[in-house]
């Protein structure tokens, strides 16, 4: 069993950055595969982010290059690191751990956090 707990959403302005993290505890952190998945209100939970056991990391397309994505074993924590928010960041943001299939597919992940707000106004 895991048990994941994210922390740092918040109401930020278009242009700011936040840094999300996603403590986790019970088994061996090092050996999940940890992701960011968000939703919006009325939409579908997406995918934003995730990160392999070796550190191997993949984004969204359309985040690639604003987002990233970081672990650290020692203190089983994954981070999500945001920068030039804009509204349309604007979602529920989880955690997600072990994955039993595509990354990018949220029925594939095991565990979840309760997720965080992150609140971007223009």
């Known amino acids: 069993q895991v048990q994941l707990v994210e922390s740092g959403g918040g109401l930020v302005q278009a242009g700011d950055s936040l840094r999300l993290s996603c403590a986790a505890s019970g088994r061996a952190f090092a050996n999940y595969a940890m992701a960011w998945f968000r939703q919006a209100s009325g939409k579908e939970r997406e995918f934003v982010s995730s990160?392999?056991?070796?550190?191997?990391?993949y984004y969204a397309a359309s985040l690639k290059g604003r987002f990233a994505i970081s672990r650290d074993n020692a203190k089983s924590t994954v981070s999500l690191q945001m920068n030039t928010l804009a509204p349309e960041d604007t979602a529920v943001y989880y955690c997600?751990?072990?994955?039993?299939?595509?990354?990018?597919?949220?029925?594939?992940?095991?565990?979840w956090g309760q997720g965080t707000q992150v609140t971007v106004s223009s």
């Open positions: 997600a751990a072990d994955p039993r299939g595509s990354l990018a597919d949220p029925r594939a992940y095991h565990y």
């Open positions: 990160i392999g056991t070796g550190g191997s990391a």
